[in-house]
């Protein structure tokens, strides 16, 4: 059940060939999910009269957000109830990340297992979005008016849309597997993700994270003259890198350093030749606008609209997806009222449970913490955290068991000794 639960809470399936018959097997975990936390919370209420606070606050998030959002929505626009809550859903998918703590918290699920899981899945990923890579021929997915699975862009070449969750967990996980058991298995499976992301993601934000994301691991997690060597290998390593692609695969390094002068054309406050990074910069001004127009909405938001409900935000705003600008495009949403609920709130929490793991030689709470960190600091430019809350929360709970695991432990020795 966990495996199900954790592959429909992260929409593994979203935007494959998969996606007409999983899409509709998703409700039953928000069905699930719904009265998992409603059976829980009074459970905990009836038996043990104490409910764990962080527990507590997300259980309620879950549906308090969904309403919160379709009642803004509705002064703001008139959109109904019912599309406004179904529009926000997938906070009800929060509860599988509860679900994961309340297994692992009652003994039904062990951490090795959970880390077990997590690796296959890793794995399994990998394979099927290679099998579809190198044998599935992705021109019939081009325009057929189904899921958006493959797009051809200019100088980028095929882009797939597989979900990247596993693959972020994958090298991070490898990456300090091969760095604290210095065994050459860990460093080629690091190697085998590290490549997926550069050469068949090559998304310029997910390269530029995860290298911080590592590099903030290594600086806080090993030796200074540790992390020093890593720094030179690392550099070492990115120049023979440059040089081979530039060999092997010219097309590629000249494709990845225009996406990089894009980007930076961008920051400098310049309009890029990217479609991508235009969109952004367009949708930025449309929210600047409505700030400008209705100075409350950046307290309250406006709520999210559904695309069922008069075309969504397009029939608004003409083409706007709020994710795409991240923190601005969540504030528009929610507010800075919901800023402090979705975002500060959780920093916060996450911060103080990732303190309390220091000196640690479990690789998978290591990952757990530092996937965190990735998901936090992408949420600056895609809104992680707001927008799809699960993948954030549940690395959060399994490291907060953990550190409540670590704490019991700690008093035990205490009494005995």
């Known amino acids: 059940m966990a495996f199900f639960t954790i592959l429909m809470s992260v929409k593994y399936y979203q935007s494959t060939p998969l996606e007409p018959v999983f899409g509709k097997l998703h409700f039953l975990i928000y069905g699930f999910t719904i009265v998992f936390i409603l059976l829980y919370l009074i459970n905990r209420m009836h038996y043990v009269m104490k409910i764990d606070g962080v527990i507590l606050y997300y259980s309620l998030l879950s549906f308090i957000i969904p309403i919160y ?6 002064v703001t626009f008139g959109q109904p109830m019912m599309f406004g809550i179904a529009s926000q859903r997938l906070w009800f998918s ?3 990340a509860v679900y994961i703590y309340y297994l692992l918290s009652s003994n039904k699920l062990s951490l090795e297992k959970l880390e077990k899981l997590f690796v ?3 794995w399994l990923s990998i394979a099927i979005f290679f099998y579809f890579i190198f044998f599935v021929n992705p021109y019939k997915y081009i325009g057929t008016g189904g899921p958006n699975f493959v797009t051809f862009e200019e100088g980028r070449g095929l882009r797939y849309k597989f979900n990247s969750y596993f693959i972020t967990f994958g090298v991070i996980y490898y990456f300090i597997k091969a760095t604290f058991e210095k065994q050459k298995k860990y460093t080629m499976a690091f190697l085998v993700f590290l490549y997926y992301i550069v050469v068949i993601i090559q998304g310029r934000t997910f ?7 590592l590099g903030v691991f290594s600086f806080f997690e090993l030796r200074v003259t540790l992390f020093v060597k890593k720094i030179i290998i690392s550099v070492v390593a990115l120049i023979i890198l440059i040089t081979l692609l530039g060999i092997v ?6 494709s990845m350093a225009f996406m990089f002068g894009q980007l930076f054309t961008v920051l400098s406050g310049g309009e890029s030749e990217d479609s991508s990074a235009n969109a952004r910069i367009h949708e930025t001004h449309k929210v600047m606008e409505r700030f400008d127009s209705d100075p409350m909405s950046i307290i309250h938001g ?8 008069d075309d969504g935000f397009f029939s608004k705003f003409g083409y706007f997806f709020p994710p795409d600008i991240g923190l601005l495009g969540a504030t528009f949403v929610y507010g800075t009222f919901g800023i402090l609920l979705l975002f500060i709130i959780p920093a916060i929490i996450s911060y103080l449970s990732a303190r309390k793991i220091k000196n640690s030689n479990n690789t998978f709470i290591l990952t757990m913490k530092y996937m965190l960190f990735y998901i936090f600091v992408s949420s600056l430019a895609k809104g992680t955290v707001i927008f799809t809350p699960f993948l954030y929360l549940m690395p959060l709970l399994i490291m907060y068991y953990f550190t409540k695991v670590q704490k019991m432990n700690f008093k035990n020795r205490q009494l005995r000794s």
Do not use: D, E, Q, R
């Open 69 to 74: 959002s379709g009642t803004v929505a509705y």
């Open 94 to 96: 929060m509860g599988s």
């Open 120 to 122: 296959f899945i890793t």
């Open 207 to 213: 390269m530029i994270l995860t290298l911080a994301t």
């Open 249 to 254: 695969n010219p097309a590629l390094l000249a």
């Open 302 to 309: 406006v709520g999210y609209l559904s695309a069922k409900w």
